[in-house]
């Protein structure tokens, strides 16, 4: 008997791309996917915790960690840009 893979889950009612170039969020809300995920594991939040850190709901928060978990090399080399993006600018500009 073959094992199935499960159905991808539609992320779409809590998450968008269409702020912050193609960096992933919650529908709605300037908070990142990335934001969410690294602080939830970097802390060691709950899922209660890391929902009221962020003013989101437990659910918005289940659906950015399953995204990352789902897209995690895709977010975390768009992590590293915007960060080479914020260093060049803060270099230009004295903030370095």
Request: proline content about 4%; charged content about 20%.
């Given at each position: 008997?073959?094992?199935?893979?499960?159905?991808?889950?539609?992320?779409?009612?809590?998450?968008?791309?269409?702020?912050?170039?193609?960096?992933?969020?919650?529908?709605?809300?300037?908070?990142?996917?990335?934001?969410?995920?690294?602080?939830?594991?970097?802390?060691?939040?709950?899922?209660?915790?890391?929902?009221?850190?962020?003013?989101?709901?437990?659910?918005?928060?289940l659906a950015a960690l399953l995204y990352y978990d789902e897209h995690r090399e895709q977010i975390d080399a768009?992590?590293?840009?915007?960060?080479?993006?914020?260093?060049?600018?803060?270099?230009?500009?004295?903030?370095?």
């Open positions: 008997m073959a094992v199935q893979a499960p159905a991808p889950v539609d992320l779409s009612k809590y998450i968008e791309t269409r702020i912050f170039g193609d960096r992933p969020h919650i529908r709605g809300r300037r908070v990142t996917v990335a934001i969410i995920a690294y602080n939830h594991r970097r802390n060691g939040w709950t899922l209660a915790e890391t929902a009221y850190n962020f003013t989101i709901s437990e659910a918005e928060v768009q992590e590293q840009e915007a960060i080479r993006q914020f260093n060049i600018l803060a270099d230009q500009h004295g903030g370095g």
